[in-house]
């Protein structure tokens, strides 16, 4: 699987309060660049927009505190990976909902540590959503 290696580093800390302030910081300079839901254009694509808000819900719905900031860690990455990636991505479609596509999409740290991001396409509004970025289980 080819992936895409970023410029961007995870966020330093290891308790949630150090990593959640820096990552709801860059989430915020994006959401104050729209009046509406923020999002990020997606070179993969066509600078189509990939709206952020699913993801937040996603990662507040965990309960265990280290797998969230675990996650939360690679959210400049992710962010880079989405605005710059034309690395194809792994596609399948729900088996829940037919008019849902899951794409997930691979990515490098500089410092080689290997991370996806999960973002989900639904067919009948033609709207996609950051859902979720996790690292590989080594």
């Known amino acids: 699987m ?3 290696k970023t410029k961007s580093h995870r966020l330093p800390g290891t308790h949630w309060h150090q990593v959640i302030e820096k990552a709801f910081g860059q989430y915020k300079e994006i959401k ?5 839901r ?4 997606s070179a993969y694509f066509d600078k189509e927009k990939i709206f952020l808000g699913l993801f937040w819900h996603h990662l507040h719905e965990k309960t265990n505190i280290r797998d969230k900031t675990r996650r939360l860690k690679y959210f400049p990455c992710a962010i880079e990976l989405v605005q710059n990636s034309k690395v194809k991505p792994t596609t399948q479609t729900s088996k829940e909902e037919t008019n849902i596509i899951l794409h ?17 396409e639904n067919t009948k509004n033609n709207q996609k959503w950051l859902i979720s970025v ?5």
């Open 38 to 41: 923020p999002y990020v254009r």
């Open 32 to 36: 104050n660049k729209t009046k509406r």
């Open 2 to 4: 080819d992936t895409y």
């Open 134 to 138: 996790f690292p590989q289980d080594v």
């Open 104 to 120: 997930r999409f691979a990515g490098t740290t500089p410092d080689g540590d290997s991370f996806f991001v999960q973002i989900k």
